[in-house]
């Protein structure tokens, strides 16, 4: 038995000292398997803190609507009774401990492989995220890639006038919209549009693709520009901030002053050195960027309407309908950690000082 | 740099002297001044509004055609009407895919009027048990979105659906409960359903009942759907059909729409369906507006956006937006003023042993505190203050549409200070030197009233009814809670002392069977007792009782009019205010009729340039 583990630490030493990079990844892959799990236990455990579930829920409010005396006055509902609660909660395996449940969602979606359906409405759950994932994914991506570009642009044209009133004031407008409230800017682009009549209030087509895929694109176009300053705006300052200083970082180090001494063209020691490792950070930070969009846009996607997945979320929570909770809580965490991994591997390619490899 | 500092000064300077001259000399109004102009002002909203209930005018006869443009706060969770029935935003969604109730309501007119089926009441007084027969139109289809297939609905159909979805025990619908009625020797007995040919069916009741129509009427899906699934796949499998990823144009309709598409999270489109059996006068078909769009926006400042940049035809006025949309120059669009909403927020007393300190349940299990605390509420202070005039106050048990509203009937603890010190010192409490009223013990009257946290307008009713008992010395501890931990406090804790809350209105005199009678799960003040607790709930619990089995509508008045008397003498809870419903409505649109009683009736819109 012994022999056996020797030789399997063995093995796992000689394979990392071969693929230092693959052997890394591999390593961060299963933990991140590990940290899933645990995430999701403790999303059962919370939400089993949290009082009442979906079935109590529903009866309460029923009870209340109950009071109203019928609705629409043409008839009477009757109420659930207690055996009827407890078969309901028999049923969506609400009666049984938490853990038992979250073995059950384990086994329904790594063994039988189908994300389950939802409690409330009984709707595969594949289906409502489905929907609305592509036009999450669609607006972050066009997000982060502008604010990538024009933050990067910036960074990099007011870190070589440090010290002139254009940067002066370029930090001070960078500070401003980095301390400025991401909801009320968003309120008030939303007035803008509706004021002015520039651009629409909410931020999706008034009709789906299939109608007329052409206008859909430019009326999709017109529809997110608001929206997209409105993340932009919030996220340049902190972003632009950050670029800026590394590169000012950068450009104090000696090795910039002796590639200067050398005559290396200022374009040169700007872009293809010190440029190159500002890049560092930025690829660290934007990890948690790509989650921090996805959870951020919850606010744009209920106050401008957008059909994201962050409202499917948020009224899934409201209601306590945990399969669909895990599952998208499940897809973020994901994210953020695929992110990390991503985020290393880039970090191993641009800077080669990381390359885990001891030679 | 004292240089630098220099040139800051005719900054500062400057705005020093705008501040100052932007101070006007002109005195502050005074309280009655204040008041004047705000009365003003309300007129002058008023006068912005227009009054067109429905039930005064007959419909004009319109023409179809137009796309009518409507917001939803809601994704549809299913378009399975079993499951549907947890989901409010579906149910309502689905509710126009069906053929309608056998019987109507006009809340006008007070009565029953044939809907998809007339009805006959057959009374057996010598059984005790009564039939209602219903017969079906004979122009009832299922009918499918581009096709010219049709499936005709009869008694089978609502046959079915009464016995195995409503009344199936395995599928655990609220419904089936309602199926029971309670015999004079305190057992459940099921009204039974029977089929008499192809149109006609009869429901069998065990005894005689006031409101046999209500207790019986009923809504039914398309049995050619249900039953093969229940037959194949028990009552588990039929939840799981027809869920959100059904192709929407696949769903049958027998009633006014058709479902044509469905975008998740940007909108439904309905188309009219031309086989729905409903006409106008002069046997056009109903509803005018061929198709309607409904785009899904869950938040309410983004719907009233929409609707004020001309992208949507309706809109549900709240308090806030009022004076914007009535002050915006040659709008195309009409406000109208619905009258006073039905339902009415109210204030209730813990009255449980189990959740309160003694002292404090002597107090609220007083009738002359509760009374007394009537008289402190000063409703009007509340329809200024916080509804800016447009409500009047609460004083009636029931709604206007109950067939048993009697106007004369009302709360007479009205807002008076002297009258709630009188009541105060009947039972003991006066107030010290200091002005604090203290109870016979010397305990000084404070306590808590919780109220939920999301809703600003019922925080500034309990602020307002705290400020009118500091006034007497009563401290009153305004507690904003969140929505679910109230509900929690109500059914399953119990340790509250005094709650502001709404849960609608008084719509029948059965309406509220879990609140008014002592044993409901919801009798507030003191729920599920196996006993009643009090004499007056005794009473109350026998008056319920009665006036259920009363069809003589004049024994039945007599019957529900002292149950009303009681519960405003004795005041378990005691309403505040009834709000003003208002509409905006395009004026493209013609027979709009609105009220707070029947609503808007867009079966009948149709554009004005069609005429």
């Given at each position: 038995m012994r022999d056996l583990y020797s030789k399997l630490m063995h093995l796992v030493f000689r394979f990392r000292g071969a693929h230092p990079l693959l052997s890394f990844v591999l390593n961060r892959l299963v933990s991140m398997i590990v940290i899933l799990f645990i995430l999701g236990f403790a999303v059962f455990?919370?939400?089993?803190?949290?009082?009442?579930?979906?079935?109590?829920?529903?009866?309460?409010?029923?009870?209340?609507?109950?009071?109203?005396?019928?609705?629409?006055?043409?008839?009477?509902?009757?109420?659930?009774?207690?055996?009827?609660?407890?078969?309901?909660?028999?049923?969506?395996?609400?009666?049984?401990?938490?853990?038992?449940?979250?073995?059950?969602?384990?086994?329904?979606?790594?063994?039988?492989?189908?994300?389950?359906?939802?409690?409330?409405?009984?709707?595969?759950?594949?289906?409502?995220?489905?929907?609305?994932?592509?036009?999450?994914?669609?607006?972050?991506?066009?997000?982060?890639?502008?604010?990538t570009v024009i933050s990067f642009a910036l960074g990099i044209y007011f870190s070589s006038k440090v010290g002139t009133r254009t940067d002066l004031a370029a930090t001070f407008i960078a500070l401003f919209l980095h301390s400025f409230p991401g909801l009320l800017l968003l309120i008030l682009l939303q007035l803008f549009a509706a004021v002015s009549g520039l651009f629409p209030v909410t931020a999706y087509p008034g009709f789906p693709f299939g109608e007329n895929p052409g206008r859909f694109v430019f009326s999709y176009m017109h529809h997110i520009t608001l929206p997209l300053i409105g993340a932009f705006l919030g996220g340049i300052g902190g972003t632009m901030r950050m670029i800026r200083a590394t590169m000012l970082d950068q450009l104090g180090q000696p090795y910039i002053t002796a590639l200067r001494a050398r005559g290396i063209s200022e374009g040169r020691v700007y872009f293809a050195h010190a440029f190159r490792n500002t890049l560092n950070p930025y690829i660290t930070s934007s990890a948690n960027l790509l989650a921090g969009l996805f959870s951020g846009s919850l606010i744009l996607e209920i106050i401008f309407s957008y059909p994201g997945i962050g409202r499917l979320m948020y009224e899934a929570v409201l209601q306590e309908d945990i399969y669909l909770v895990l599952t998208n809580l499940m897809f973020t965490s994901f994210l953020v950690l695929f992110g990390m991994v991503l985020a290393d591997i880039l970090l191993a390619v641009v800077d080669p000082r990381i390359r885990y490899s001891n030679k | 740099m004292n240089l630098k500092i220099l040139k800051f000064i005719p900054i500062v300077l400057t705005i020093l002297l705008i501040t100052l001259f932007s101070c006007s000399k002109s005195e502050e109004m005074t309280l009655e001044e204040a008041q004047i102009r705000k009365a003003e002002n309300q007129q002058g909203l008023l006068a912005g509004t227009i009054r067109k209930p429905g039930g005064v005018e007959e419909f004009a006869i319109g023409q179809s055609g137009g796309t009518w443009y409507t917001t939803v706060t809601k994704d549809p969770k299913t378009f399975n009407l079993i499951a549907a029935d947890s989901d409010q935003s579906a149910s309502d969604i689905l509710g126009g895919l069906l053929p309608g109730y056998l019987a109507d309501y006009d809340p006008y007119k007070k009565e029953w009027l044939p809907e998809t089926a007339s009805f006959e009441i057959v009374v057996h007084e010598e059984e005790d048990s009564l039939d209602v027969i219903f017969t079906l139109r004979d122009d009832l289809y299922w009918s499918f979105y581009n096709s010219d297939k049709k499936v005709k609905i009869g008694a089978d159909d609502v046959v079915f659906w009464y016995n195995e979805i409503d009344g199936n025990a395995d599928l655990q619908l609220p419904s089936y409960n309602g199926q029971f009625l309670t015999m004079p020797d305190g057992s459940d007995a099921r009204v039974t359903i029977e089929k008499l040919d192809d149109r006609t069916l009869s429901f069998h009741f065990p005894r005689i009942v006031a409101n046999p129509i209500l207790s019986c009427n009923m809504t039914y899906g398309p049995r050619f759907i249900y039953e093969p699934a229940l037959r194949e796949l028990g009552s588990e499998g039929i939840k799981d059909i027809l869920t959100i990823d059904t192709d929407v144009t696949t769903l049958p309709s027998g009633g006014a729409r058709f479902l044509t598409e469905y975008t998740p999270g940007v909108r439904l489109v309905y188309e009219r369906n031309p086989d729905y059996w409903e006409t106008d006068e002069e046997g056009q078909k109903i509803p005018y507006i061929e198709k309607s769009i409904a785009k899904i926006i869950p938040d309410l400042n983004t719907s009233f956006l929409l609707f004020k940049n001309g992208e949507t035809d309706s809109y549900g006025i709240r308090a806030e937006d009022l004076e914007e949309l009535v002050n915006t120059e040659d709008p195309d669009y009409t406000i109208y003023d619905g009258g006073a909403i039905m339902g009415a927020d109210f204030i209730s007393f813990n009255q449980n042993a189990s959740g309160l300190s003694e002292h404090i349940l002597g107090w609220f299990t007083n009738k002359e505190f509760r009374q007394a605390m009537s008289s402190l509420t000063n409703r009007e202070r509340m329809v200024k203050q916080i509804y800016r005039g447009l409500g009047e106050p609460a004083l009636h048990h029931y709604a206007a549409a109950n067939p048993f509203y009697d106007e004369s009937i009302s709360n007479v603890y009205t807002y008076n200070p002297e009258k709630a010190l009188e009541l105060l010192k009947s039972i003991g409490m006066n107030q010290d030197?200091?002005?604090?009223?203290?109870?016979?013990?010397?305990?000084?009257?404070?306590?808590?009233?919780?109220?939920?946290?999301?809703?600003?307008?019922?925080?500034?009713?309990?602020?307002?009814?705290?400020?009118?008992?500091?006034?007497?010395?009563?401290?009153?501890?305004?507690?904003?809670?969140?929505?679910?931990?109230?509900?929690?406090?109500?059914?399953?804790?119990?340790?509250?002392?005094?709650?502001?809350?709404?849960?609608?209105?008084?719509?029948?005199?059965?309406?509220?069977?879990?609140?008014?009678?002592?044993?409901?799960?919801?009798?507030?003040?003191?729920?599920?007792?196996?006993?009643?607790?009090?004499?007056?709930?005794?009473?109350?619990?026998?008056?319920?009782?009665?006036?259920?089995?009363?069809?003589?509508?004049?024994?039945?008045?007599?019957?529900?009019?002292?149950?009303?008397?009681?519960?405003?003498?004795?005041?378990?809870?005691?309403?505040?205010?009834?709000?003003?419903?208002?509409?905006?409505?395009?004026?493209?649109?013609?027979?709009v009729y609105y009220d707070t009683l029947g609503g808007l009736d867009s079966s009948r819109l149709f554009l004005k340039e069609a005429e």
């Open positions: 455990a919370l939400m089993e803190l949290a009082p009442g579930d979906i079935v109590d829920r529903y009866v309460q409010n029923q009870m209340l609507a109950m009071a109203e005396g019928g609705g629409d006055g043409k008839g009477t509902n009757g109420l659930f009774s207690e055996e009827q609660i407890a078969a309901r909660k028999a049923e969506l395996g609400l009666d049984k401990p938490f853990y038992v449940q979250y073995m059950h969602w384990l086994k329904q979606v790594f063994v039988d492989q189908d994300l389950g359906r939802s409690m409330i409405s009984r709707a595969p759950i594949l289906f409502l995220i489905k929907t609305r994932l592509i036009n999450s994914i669609l607006l972050n991506m066009i997000s982060l890639l502008m604010l | 030197d200091q002005g604090i009223m203290r109870d016979s013990e010397g305990i000084a009257v404070e306590f808590d009233i919780v109220t939920n946290s999301d809703n600003n307008l019922r925080i500034d009713s309990a602020n307002i009814f705290s400020d009118e008992c500091s006034k007497v010395g009563i401290k009153v501890n305004v507690r904003p809670l969140d929505f679910q931990k109230l509900v929690e406090m109500l059914t399953s804790t119990y340790d509250w002392q005094a709650i502001l809350l709404s849960f609608g209105s008084n719509y029948w005199p059965t309406g509220g069977s879990n609140v008014w009678p002592s044993a409901g799960n919801l009798h507030l003040w003191n729920p599920l007792q196996d006993e009643p607790a009090t004499s007056w709930e005794a009473r109350v619990d026998t008056l319920y009782n009665e006036g259920s089995f009363t069809p003589d509508e004049e024994k039945a008045k007599v019957i529900w009019d002292e149950f009303q008397a009681l519960l405003l003498e004795e005041l378990p809870l005691f309403y505040l205010v009834h709000s003003e419903g208002f509409l905006a409505v395009r004026n493209k649109w013609d027979n």
